[in-house]
């Protein structure tokens, strides 16, 4: 059973700092993993996609990476802004792409 | 116009009362999903539905029931609500394994359903 853990569960950094959101997957047969940002009371919106073939894609200042063999997806944010402030979370979907495994996410504050 | 559209956006009932929240997209996508998000609890599948004649249950079926009225539209009903049931609900679709689109999922933007 796929378990996605996120970590760190809540972090706060002054504007401007360069910073990284973890997500480990405990079963490495994914057929991709995509990162969300959820606004407190709002709905998901997509960040990141990765293919399980892919090993990073960007988009803007957001960078992601993917390594399949270690079970691990990094978020990488650049010149975080306050409105950067949000819950981050990774899903891996399994490989008959009817499941979506979230983790429980990444509260993000961003302080200016 | 959204992506994926659900209404209501809010929604307080009571107790034993049958609510059905609607879920239309324009993605073109032909799988659409239903979750629901508690605090502590994440987001839990309740039912998904592959294409117009397929429905399966998901982790949390219990007391729900789904409809796939099109490829476009999917409905959640509550036969009759009970207050645990109180939670933020989702609608998503998703691209199909090797298909053209390959866009993962697309979430709408939730409805908020309170049982008193």
């Known amino acids: 059973k796929q378990e996605v853990t996120q970590i760190p569960a809540a972090l706060s950094v002054p504007e401007g700092e360069n910073l990284v959101l973890n997500c480990s997957f405990t079963?490495?047969?994914?057929?991709?993993l995509q990162w969300f940002r959820q606004d407190p009371g709002k709905g998901l919106t997509s960040l990141l996609l990765?293919?399980?073939?892919?090993r990073e894609q960007t988009s803007g200042r957001l960078n992601a990476s993917l390594d399949k063999s270690s079970g691990r997806s990094t978020l990488y944010i650049a010149a975080s802004q306050p409105g950067d402030s949000a819950t981050y979370l990774c899903a891996g979907r399994n490989e008959y792409g009817n499941k979506l495994v979230f983790g429980a996410g990444t509260i993000l504050r961003v302080k200016s | 116009d959204a992506d994926v559209t659900q209404t209501p956006r809010n929604r307080i009932t009571k107790t034993g009362k049958r609510i059905m929240l609607e879920c239309s997209q324009t993605?073109?996508?032909?799988?659409m999903y239903w979750y629901r998000q508690d605090p502590g609890l994440g987001l839990r599948l309740i039912y998904y539905?592959?294409?117009?004649?397929?429905?399966n249950k998901g982790e949390i079926s219990d007391g729900y029931s789904v409809s796939r009225q099109a490829q476009a539209k999917f409905s959640l009903s509550l036969e009759s609500a009970i207050p645990n049931q109180t939670a933020l609900y989702f609608c998503a679709t998703s691209d199909s394994l090797g298909g053209h689109l390959q866009d993962g999922y697309t979430f709408g933007s939730g409805t908020r359903l309170t049982v008193v």
């Open positions: 990765i293919q399980s073939s892919q």
């Open positions: 079963d490495s047969a994914i057929y991709n």
């Open positions: 539905s592959f294409d117009v004649k397929d429905i």
């Open positions: 993605k073109g996508h032909d799988r």
